[in-house]
Every structure is written in C-alpha cells, then in structure tokens.
C-alpha cells in the first residue's frame, strides 16, 4: 500500500514568509509525528498526534512553529515568518498507534531552504 | 525524559570487516529500543527494535542488536559489512515517561570501503 507522502518535496522560501509542509500518513494509522533533520544534528523532535489532539508539542522550537491534524489524517506542519535557522529536512512519519510496538514509518521528507 | 547518544558520528571500515555502532540511553523507566536505517537519498526504515524478551535482536540484513540494562546501552553489530551497508544509523528510544513518543540519537554514518 502507499506509504508516508510528504510534500512539497523541496521548498525554496524567502526569510520572513510563511510555508506550509503537507503529510498524508499511512491509513488507519493513528499516530502521526514531525522530525526536523538538520546537517549533524539527527532528528529533531518536534510534535506527535494521537488522531487529531497533540499530547506533546515540547519540541517546536518557538511559536513560530505550529501543526494540525484533521479527520485523523493530514497533517500541515506551519513556519511562519521563516528565518535562515529553520532550513533543514522536515520529516513526517505515523505509526498504527502511539507505544512500545509501533515503529515508525518515515516520509521522504521536505527539504527546506530559507534564502 | 529519555535521551540516546551515539557516541561515534562517524564509523569507516572496510568490506567484510566486523563493525560496532555504539548507543547509549538515558531512561528511569522500561524502555523500547530501536535503530533505523537511512541509506543515501532514502526515507529512513525500521532495521531492528527491542520491545522485551531476549536482549539480542536480530533485524534485516544481517545486523543485530544486544540490550544491556545494566550498561544502558543498545550496540548495533554486523559480522561483516558490504558495500551496500554505507548508510546512516539512528539510534531511537521510547518509554512512558516521554509518553511514548520517539527519540532519537544524533546518528552514525557507517562508511564501508572497498
């Protein structure tokens, strides 16, 4: 079946503006999770879903930072007003739930790029 | 909280040799381990996890893990590596007190040379 689809792919944005990341999980999956992948650093926690509520949001970096989830599925992750520190891959994975014997299913990830 | 080091950022080594990447956890409760692959231009994918049981666990493509409570660590080994094997390695922890999310180590980028 299909997998984790992120998009757009690749973003190009100039500081100050706003973006917008997409994640379509796998379905019937109901744990959904946002990880930025910065050159050296690993991955970052950023947020989890537990269908449409987020327990933990301790690792957005600021209140620039936000993220929903609707109907249990899509997931948009927001920047706004983007600054040069946030370039990094933003990646999207989901689980069939949130526990010990749910790994993680990854997204290619969005590549983004502050200019 | 829980937390994951992975003490070598990078690991060279030569086709066929036998290889080690190290990883360590901080956690005051059971835990539930995990490495994932990321090979070049790739998603990362799940190679073994330790949920209880037995403390060696064995994953895809010939690599295995051994859990070691009392050391806290969860070392990836591989008897002999190929080519093929060059990727990046992440560590990853879960337990109830994070309630139940995903951390992971900084990664290790496993280089096999010819």
């Known amino acids: 079946g299909a997998g984790v689809s992120q998009s757009p792919s690749n973003k190009v944005t100039e500081k100050g503006k706003d973006v917008e990341l997409r994640c379509d999980p796998i379905?019937?999956?109901?744990?959904l999770y946002w990880y930025r992948q910065s050159l050296g650093q690993g991955l970052e926690f950023l947020i989890y879903f537990q269908g449409n509520s987020a327990p933990d949001k301790s690792g957005l970096p600021s209140d620039r930072f936000s993220a929903e989830r609707t109907g249990g599925s899509v997931s948009t992750l927001t920047i706004q007003r983007t600054q040069q520190e946030d370039s990094a891959v933003y990646l999207c994975a989901s689980s069939l739930g949130v526990g010990y014997n749910s790994p993680l299913h990854f997204g290619n990830g969005t590549r983004l790029t502050v200019t | 909280a829980q937390s994951v080091t992975q003490l070598d950022s990078q690991v060279p080594v030569f086709e066929e040799a036998p290889v080690e990447l190290r990883c360590n956890y901080s956690?005051?409760?059971?835990?539930?381990l995990f490495w994932y692959v990321q090979y070049p231009n790739q998603g990362l994918q799940l190679l073994l996890k330790y949920l209880s049981g037995s403390t060696l666990v064995k994953g895809i493509n010939g690599f295995e893990a051994e859990f070691n409570k009392s050391q806290t660590s969860f070392h990836l080994r591989k008897p002999s590596v190929h080519i093929s094997d060059t990727a990046e390695y992440f560590c990853?922890?879960?337990?109830?007190?994070?309630?139940?999310?995903?951390?992971f180590g900084a990664g290790t980028r496993l280089f096999v040379k010819a």
């Open positions: 956690s005051s409760v059971s835990v539930y």
């Open positions: 379905s019937g999956h109901t744990a």
């Open positions: 990853a922890v879960s337990d109830q007190s994070g309630g139940f999310k995903t951390i």
